[in-house]
């Protein structure tokens, strides 16, 4: 948790903070090369109960400590071998153009700009966040994505060129490195922007604009799931196995 984890996305370092005090409390007192697969399952059995997606993740993360244990000579074998976890099924929200039009209605401009970007390009929020002006060339927009460090380009098209027009025209009191910042020129972190885009869901739910929520990511899902084919929505989100595609971002 130290030298890992740290390394890894921000949104990502930050659920397995979460995840490792559950850890560290229910195994905390084990010696590493004494914990047994049993103990594994006893372990998700329990936190299943109230918590089954949860305990997938920390039973992932439990796995990768063994990992990095067994090269640091801490663990001789990995106990979390082979463990079946719970089974999770894949969400299904799809938005319609309709829906996503509506909830611009009563954003704020930058905000519905980021929707239309996010549409066209499909990047996780992490990357989104910290989209800067430097990443734009003649090519396209140059992106180095955060979860896999696979350098990818998006090139222009008429579409991409429009949005970003509008971005570079939205009024700024402080001008930002990145495309999207607050009034301080300073990126949004990942919790600030949730509370923005919560705010203004929750603000089109009561004008009857929306009649069911939906998610930021969501927005990932609907650029999948609009592209022409499997093939399109797999380079879009730089999926290298179609499949993870098919499986949880094609919803249409």
Not at 21 to 32: D, E, N, Q, S
Not at 128 to 139: F, K, S, T
Not at 195 to 215: G, S
Request: aromatic letters at 8%; glycine letters at 4%.
């Amino acid at each position: 948790m130290t030298e890992v984890s740290p390394s890894k996305a921000v949104s990502t370092h930050k659920s397995e903070i979460q995840a490792s005090r559950f850890l560290r409390t229910a195994l905390g007192h084990i010696p590493p090369d004494q914990l047994t697969t049993r103990m594994v399952y006893e372990y998700l059995d329990i936190r299943s109960e109230n918590a089954p997606v949860r305990a997938n993740r920390e039973i992932a993360l439990l796995s990768h400590m063994y990992k990095k244990a067994i090269r640091w000579g801490a663990a001789e074998i990995n106990p979390v071998l082979g463990v079946e976890r719970n089974k999770e099924k894949p969400r299904e929200r799809y938005i319609t153009d309709s829906e996503l039009l509506n909830f611009k209605s009563i954003c704020p401009i930058w905000l519905g700009l980021y929707c239309d970007l996010k549409l066209l390009i499909g990047l996780r929020q992490t990357d989104m966040l910290v989209l800067n002006w430097q990443q734009l060339d003649e090519q396209g927009i140059s992106i180095t994505v955060s979860k896999t460090g696979k350098r990818v380009i998006y090139e222009w098209t008429p579409a991409l060129k429009e949005v970003v027009r509008k971005i570079r025209q939205l009024p700024k009191p402080i001008a930002g490195l990145t495309l999207f910042h607050n009034r301080l020129g300073q990126a949004y972190t990942p919790d600030g922007f949730r509370t923005i885009f919560h705010r203004y869901m929750q603000k089109a739910l009561k004008q009857n604009l929306l009649v069911e929520t939906f998610q930021e990511r969501d927005i990932r899902a609907k650029a999948a799931s609009d592209s022409e084919s499997l093939s399109i929505a797999a380079g879009l989100l730089t999926h290298s196995d179609s499949k993870v595609t098919e499986r949880h971002y094609r919803r249409k």
